[in-house]
């Protein structure tokens, strides 16, 4: 019913840029928050940004100053834009959607299928 549709991985040299897109599509009536997550090997998940609604933001402290999380209203979209990469960001980063309402009435999580990022020269 939800689905969440990430791009813009890839291998990237330290120091460079790279921006995350995702896209929430379906039956879906309001989005409580989207962020991004990633999970290195070997690592729990974490949290790396997320948006609320209403444009409110939370960094994890290792993304401070690097990193900017950025949504766009009516169309379930956010992006996730990463400056002075590093290796230790390589990970697969996942898009969240949290608390999503669809048109049941239900609210759920939901999540994207993740997608690569890799750091290295």
Known sequence: ???LVESGGG????????RLSC???GSIISI?????????PGKQRELVAA????GSTNYADS???RFTISRVSGKNMVYLQMNSLK???TAVYYCNADRVMIVSGNVNDYW???IQVTVSS
């Open 87 to 89: 290796p230790e960001d």
């Open 11 to 18: 291998l990237v040299q330290p120091g460079g840029s790279l």
């Open 32 to 40: 409580y928050a989207m962020g991004w997550y990633r999970q290195a």
């Open 1 to 3: 019913q939800v689905q």
């Open 51 to 54: 948006i609320t609604s209403v």
């Open 112 to 114: 994207g299928q993740g």
């Open 23 to 25: 896209t929430a599509s």
């Open 63 to 65: 993304v401070k100053g």
